[in-house]
């Protein structure tokens, strides 16, 4: 078994957002511009539903980040960074 993270799984990450939700700093970076916001819900008919806000962000050091908030469980997440 591999111990190295596979790319296609959500990693946590720390994420500090505004009371609405929207990120301000994502891993200590800050965030510069929000580049889209979108939210997914699927498998609503199954045991582990899927409800994420996702957003993409630009840091202010340059680098684009897709992070989504779990809306059913509160944690922070990134596909990629």
């Known amino acids: 078994m591999s111990t190295q993270s596979t790319p296609n799984l959500p990693r946590p990450i720390r994420v500090k957002a505004t009371s609405q939700g929207k990120p301000v700093a ?12 979108w939210i997914v819900q699927d498998c609503w008919w199954t045991e582990q539903p899927i ?31």
């Not at 840091?59 to 684009?64: E, I, N, V």
């Not at 980040?65 to 960074?81: A, C």
């Open 26 to 37: 994502v891993a200590s970076e800050e965030v510069d511009a929000i580049q889209e916001s």
């Open 51 to 81: 409800h994420r806000r996702y957003w993409e962000v630009v840091t202010a050091r340059g680098h684009s980040i897709v992070v989504f908030r779990d809306l059913i469980g509160g944690r922070w997440f990134t596909h990629r960074s």
